[in-house]
């Protein structure tokens, strides 16, 4: 069953049934070497999942949950090993939706759903409802339909097993609040060497539409003419924080030039949060469109921003 969370929907099982967890990667298509997240009602219930709980996991916990934030921990033996993909750790967090919590509730004291995100493999995360059933129908037998996503992309997930602690995907906690409520310094993890996040590709998120990223109002014109040679008589949609005035859209339709296409304005996203929020229906609404092309300039680097941006270079990279 496909569940809300304030992140984007899951695809749930219970996280110590190794069938309903091959179900899921079924469901998704997703390759058995990515692990899932486990979602618990309360910090109380990790001591069934989680063979050592560090004393890092109060205060994260007291900040942060129920929240965005994914910690990595040692594995208990109550985890399938479809969970995690054969790894001595599993990814646990406390989702902040009511509807998800409620279905915790009911199944009872320690209960965990491993869930990844309810999209086919290597395809834009959902964040409603309809988006679930756009990427799944057929293959899932139901969608709790709890509104759309109040934050719009995943969890920020932080790995406690090395020191300094580091961040191995961005997400709407920051490494900075992290440290802070730490009381210590939180890395970011490179994305070098061999897989510390296995599914962390860095082609991922994908739209049929090729994304490309500028930074500036400026470079627009640029980014449209050589999108415009490249795919001549496509349609390009632009997406930015801030909407184009209708100078600036005539200026890029004659950017496009010879080549005949047309330039489609997207609803503009807002700022860091209000990117957050729509971006993944965006992406969607770019193949909905039938767009060649999705030019975007994304929002600056600080914060949910920098989550954002890692989610566009994954889109972008074919
Ligand atoms: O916000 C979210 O985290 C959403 C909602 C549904 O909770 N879930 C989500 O799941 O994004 P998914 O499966 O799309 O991404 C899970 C990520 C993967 O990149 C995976 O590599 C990482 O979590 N992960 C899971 N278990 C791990 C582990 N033991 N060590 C390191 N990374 C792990
Ligand atoms: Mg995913």
């Not at 349609?235 to 339709?253: C, F, P």
């Not at 929020?277 to 999705?294: F, H, I």
Request: aromatic share 4%; charged share 20%.
């Amino acid at each position: 069953m496909a569940v809300p969370t304030e992140t984007v929907y899951g695809l749930a099982a219970d996280a110590s049934s190794p069938e309903a967890v091959r179900r899921v990667f079924a469901a998704k298509g997703r390759p058995v070497d990515h692990p899932l997240i486990v979602h618990v009602a309360s910090v109380d219930d990790l001591g069934r999942w989680v063979d050592e709980v560090p004393a890092d996991v109060a205060v994260l916990a007291a900040a942060f949950w129920p929240g965005p934030l994914t910690l990595v921990l040692r594995r208990s033996r109550a985890v399938a090993d479809e969970v995690t993909g054969g790894r001595d750790t599993v990814a646990v967090r406390v989702p902040a939706h009511p509807l998800l919590l409620a279905v915790l509730a009911e199944l009872g004291p320690g209960a965990g759903l491993a869930a990844p995100s309810a999209n086919r493999f290597g395809g834009v995360s959902p964040t409603t409802a309809a988006h679930v059933v756009a990427d799944l129908d057929g293959r899932i037998d139901a969608v709790l339909d709890g509104g759309p996503c109040q934050v719009g992309v995943e969890s920020t997930i932080l790995d406690l097993g090395v020191s300094p602690p580091e961040v191995l995907r961005p997400g709407a906690v920051s490494a900075v609040a992290l440290g802070s409520a730490l009381g210590r310094s939180v890395g970011s993890w490179a994305g070098d060497g061999p897989a510390r996040a296995p599914g962390m590709l860095a082609s991922h998120y994908s739209p049929a539409a090729r994304v490309v990223m500028v930074e500036t109002i400026d470079g627009l014109a640029d980014a449209v003419r050589a999108v415009g040679s490249s795919s001549p008589g496509g349609r390009v949609g632009l997406l930015g924080g801030l909407a184009l005035s209708n100078t600036t859209v005539d200026a890029l339709e004659s950017a496009l030039g010879s080549a005949g296409g047309t330039v489609l304005e997207l609803e503009p996203a807002g700022d860091a949060e209000g990117f957050a929020r729509v971006l993944y229906d965006r992406l969607r609404q770019a193949d909905r469109l039938g767009l060649a092309v999705l030019v975007v300039v994304p929002p600056p680097a600080v914060g949910l921003g920098i989550a954002v941006r890692d989610r566009l270079a994954r889109a972008a990279t074919p």
